[in-house]
C-alpha cells in the first residue's frame, strides 16, 4: 500500500493508535549528484536533484502498525 506524502493541508495520522507525530518510512529514491572530492579524497554532496521518489511503507513508531496510516486535515487548513 503507498501512502502519499502529506501537504500542507494534510498531515499522517495512524488508524490503529492515532498516532500523529512519530512514523518509520521507507522510501526509494534516484537521485542525481554533483560530489566534490577533496585533496584528501573525502566525498562532499554539494548538489542533490531528486529524479523520482516513492514511499514504499510507513510504520507507527508508537503501535509498531505497518500500512495503518492515513491522510488527515492539519488542524485550521478549513478542509
Known amino acids: 500500500m ?3 506524502l502529506p501537504t500542507a ?3 499522517w495520522r495512524c488508524t490503529l493508535c492515532g498516532n500523529l507525530t512519530r512514523f518509520d518510512v ?3 529514491s534516484k537521485v542525481v549528484e554533483y560530489v566534490h572530492l577533496d ?3 573525502e566525498p562532499t554532496v554539494e548538489e542533490r536533484q531528486v529524479v ?3 514511499i514504499e511503507s510507513v510504520r507507527c513508531r508508537w ?3 505497518v500500512d495503518q496510516v492515513e491522510l488527515v ?3 485550521g487548513t478549513g478542509s
Do not use: I, M, Q
Request: proline share 10%; with cysteine; glycine share 4%.
Open 9 to 11: 493541508t494534510t498531515r
Open 2 to 4: 503507498t501512502v502519499p
Open 26 to 28: 521507507t522510501r526509494s
Open 52 to 54: 523520482s521518489e516513492t
Open 39 to 41: 585533496l584528501a579524497g
Open 63 to 65: 503501535c509498531n502498525a
Open 73 to 75: 486535515d492539519r488542524p
